[in-house]
């Protein structure tokens, strides 16, 4: 007997903070404590490596094995779910998780410390963190897939919001907790943190996410594969169509949430602020970031995707662009002047990326068809992460030429025409606001 859907049962949740509170045990619950695992983790990577033995250009390139997996890994991914089943991929990634961060305490721990790791301490490394980036991939996945169905449409974006909420919680917690553990033992204490994490979180996916949501979709045999019907292969191309016209408008509001934290502290430097400055500000803008997730998700349903995504994109394209204007008026003016420079562009990308809580992850489910979904996500997923790839290759590439304030005014461009480029297709193509919108997609 399977367990119904919040979606599908007839006695189920009504209400939209009922359905939203049935979703906690199998997705935000699990997702939070993946996240707080994965936020203390990562700011310590290339700490860990440079304790290792590994030169810093060396230790910084490990950060991008897990961006390289958001571009190449989402279409496999969206194969292991679609094969397996969306609980049972769950569970097997997130005990991978958990074996690959134990191991990684018990054999690269003892290293650290004292004169260095060698050659075989520094190959574990790399090959953990590849599988924990995989693992994290099909997490990421499975849940996406998994609340485009359970999520009525008329409370889609509420839904995603939350979840994007969750994420930055974990980002908030993650760091926070990381650092305490490494104030009682040692560096290598975070991956026994990730670990804890990652199987509560594991075992809330195998007791909670209902079976019957979870069943993987029968492979078809090779000679249906084959026999591809042409409506089939015009639906393909019209989602692509669909996906690539959307994707063009927010993949710059992807590549300024990742350059966001290189661009900021640079500049931040560059003004002589401390470094504890600057991650004041940081806090304070992840808080403003945090109160809009409910606001945001409400918009979105009430009034279409429009209503946040293109906000979201012309207020963190002003804050880059008056991060340069007074990063470099305000060189050289002492303290006060600096933190002004900083703080007022930060809150204005901050308001604008708060506002944008969940977008990209809505935006994927209202193109994607509901037959077949996890692989169309797994195709948003995969172009979505070439931006995510490509952005910090454009902050390095400018600043070889240029001052770091010319990376935040290229940065808040493209997002000021990202923002202009979705007031022009959103409406077109995502649900309008107010009704079910088009959920038979």
Known sequence: ??????????????????????????????????????????????????????????????????????????????????????????????????????????LIGPALGGDGGDLAHRLTLIGLLLVMAISTQVWQLGRQAYLGTALPPMMRARGMTLFGGVIRLGEVIGPLLGALVMTLGSMAGVFLLFAVTAAAGTLMIAVFLPPGEARGVPRPRRRDRVARSAARRRLDRAVLGRMAAVGLGIAPVMMARVNRPVIVPLLGDALGLDPVWISIVFGVSAALEILLVLPAGSLMDRFGRAAVAVPCALLMGAGFLLLAVLGTLLAGQGTGAALVALVVPTLLIGLGNG?????????????????????????????????RLAAPLVVTAITLVAPVAIAGAATGGLCVAGGLWLARVLPRVTPSGGTRGRSGR
């Open 355 to 387: 506002m944008g809580s969940g977008i990209v992850m809505t935006l994927g489910v209202d193109v994607s068809p509901v037959h077949g979904r996890t692989g169309y996500l797994a195709w948003w997923n995969t172009m979505l992460g070439a931006g």
């Open 1 to 106: 007997m399977t367990t119904p859907s919040p979606r599908s049962s007839p006695r189920g949740p009504r209400t939209p903070a009922q359905v939203l509170r049935s979703l906690v045990p199998s997705v935000y619950g699990p997702s939070l404590l993946e996240f707080v695992g994965l936020a203390a983790l990562m700011p310590v990577i290339p700490l860990l490596a440079r304790d290792l033995g590994f030169s810093v250009p060396q230790a910084a390139a490990l950060s991008t094995i897990f961006g390289l997996t958001s571009f190449l890994g989402p279409i496999p991914a969206g194969r292991v779910i679609s094969r397996l089943g969306a609980r049972l991929a769950l569970v097997i990634t997130g005990g991978l998780l958990v074996a690959s961060n134990l191991a990684a305490f018990l």
